[in-house]
């Protein structure tokens, strides 16, 4: 027969966790998150649903967002053993230059009504990671306070080539004085495609206090109190940011771009230029003979045409035909370090995360931008390891493939 007794304390306290338990109840709460879908629900939790819609939806159906996803999900790695992997170092060299991880913080617009920290936040996280940030022509600090904030950050400027040229190159000569290192110049926003979430939520810039506006600011005080006791939401590098967000993006983006926009932009800066929005093998070939840095494989997360291709999977084409020509770079559909180690395995030299680490600042601000970054950090080096992997050039194709549909 089994003997009871009451337990000792002593016993019971090494069970309990005092370390976690003892957290704030926010920083609690990103201790427990282990991946960027748990950040995702936190965000969820926290934050109007219109701002939450505007962050995790994307165009029309959203087939194309789903799409890469399922790339993603598809994915399948073949781990090499017998691999020396005590000493994992995911670093690896971003235009000529060292990055403590092979991904990057992408620019995202309208950073903070996500929260009100803001572009500075992320970019703090970025450069205590050792990696690179690119503010977004819609971000909502300037790239002068921005710099003042974070002196040593690493910093990209992403640039819409507006209808008013003369806009355009004020943004360029503010961003050299500014030391900020490339411009990514965003090609697949011709017009601003249509987000059914957003047109359903009515969301407008800054926020409309209507009723329903109201109804929500009851349900998020600690949201709603930031906004309006923080300076107003604007956007820094536009003159007009009133109405809605389609509005705004016909407002700033240009259908008239070809290549002689980035031969007049090669004329006005003289740092790397990477072209973000590249979605066919052609295009990419154009860009390698016009000699850009970098190509983004992107379908803009998803948020501009529906019904693209997958990023992923037009990947080791695109690398085939430049021919290291041109740095190859990705995003749209990463939620994970494991889709970042499988698109470097896949031939890319970089990975862009946006949504992951605004899902973190929704969830947390500042420290929920860590959280998302440590996740993602830590997802990159234990995948690398069980893949066999000891550094970033020692992924290839023998060690990834993608499953039939």
Known sequence: MTRRRLPRWREVAP?????VVSLPSTRRRLARAASIPDLRDLARRRTPRAVFDYTDGAAGEEIALGRARSAFARV???????????AVDPATSILGRPSAYPFAFAPTGFTRMMGHEGEIAVAEVAREMGIPYALSTLGTTSMESLRAAVPDGR??????ISKDRAVARELVDRASASGFEAIIMTVDTPIGGTRHRDVRNGLTIPPQLDARTLLDMSRYPSWWLNLLTTEPLHFASLTSSEGTVAELLTRVFDPSLTPRDLEWLRGVWAGPIIVKGVQSVADAVLLADLGVDAVVLSTHGGRQLDRTVAPLEILPAVVAAVAGRTSVWLDSGVTSGGDIVAALAFGADVVLVGRAYLYGLMAGGQAGVQRAAEILAGQVTETMALLGAATVSELGGEQVRLRPE
Do not use: A, K, N
């Open 155 to 160: 910093m990209w400027f992403q640039l819409y």
């Open 15 to 19: 069970l309990i966790g005092g370390d």
């Open 76 to 86: 399948e790695f073949t781990p090499r053993v017998l691999r020396d992997v005590s």
